[in-house]
């Protein structure tokens, strides 16, 4: 089964398809690493990619769409593969159910997750990172035993610009232009599942299940 995960930034889409693919042992393909590790392992797609990159130019959607189809072409995909994050735009969207349908690929489902924009800033803007060893911490959800200190390494806590309201804020903003209508486009197929992801991560998971 091959699955398309949708959602804003913060809504949780990565750690579920994280888990879905432990779950089901399916790769989860993220399009942001694969694009980097085609182009570091010079891929012929890869350095069609770095072409554009090196000329600071954004990668075509149909080279991106080729870099994908390189990846699915290995062993461990034919039995299925959950792509997180991608399609971003309709354009994205188009790209891709073309070149899927010329490798005879199809999407057998994707599924939207979607919480209150409110609780997705609450989600981001809690989280903080250690300078040192990389583990991540939440205010709320996941907060160190001494405030701003690494449990694990005792290094100092930051939160990343990223994270800060404002960025977070235009963040969902490009979101919602962006890729919002790309829920539409795969609604109209008859594709979509809507996740409620307000909940806990266990519950999300259990509900993703039973969607399944």
């Known amino acids: 089964m091959n699955y398309i995960f949708l959602g804003p930034p913060g809504v949780g889409k990565g750690t579920q398809a994280k888990r879905l693919a ?6 989860h393909i993220s399009m942001g690493d694969l694009l980097r590790d085609a182009v570091a392992n010079r ?8 072409s554009f990159m090196d000329g600071g130019k954004l990668v075509p959607d149909e080279v991106v769409c080729g870099v994908l189809v390189e990846r699915l072409a290995r062993p461990d995909a034919k039995a299925g593969f959950i792509l997180d994050g991608f399609p971003r735009t309709v354009g ?11 490798n005879k690929v199809t999407i057998d489902r994707v599924y939207d ?13 809690g989280r903080r990172f250690c300078t ?3 583990h991540s911490f939440h205010l709320k959800a996941l907060p160190p035993k001494q405030e701003g200190i690494c449990d ?5 806590l930051v939160q990343r610009d990223d994270d800060k309201p404002a960025t977070i804020a235009n963040r969902l903003d490009v979101y919602t232009k962006q890729t919002a209508p790309v ?29 399944l």
């Open 132 to 134: 040192k060893c990389g």
């Open 92 to 102: 994205q969207a188009e790209s891709l159910t073309k070149t899927l349908a010329e």
């Open 152 to 156: 694990h390494c005792g290094a100092t």
């Open 22 to 27: 432990e779950h089901r042992s399916l790769p």
């Open 43 to 50: 891929t012929p797609v890869g350095v069609q990619a770095k």
């Open 183 to 211: 829920s539409d486009f795969y609604r109209a197929k008859g594709q979509l599942t809507v996740i409620d992801a307000m909940a806990a991560a266990d519950q999300v998971f259990a509900s993703l299940l039973k969607a």
């Open 113 to 125: 997750f979607q919480a209150d924009r409110a609780a997705l800033i609450e989600r981001l803007s």
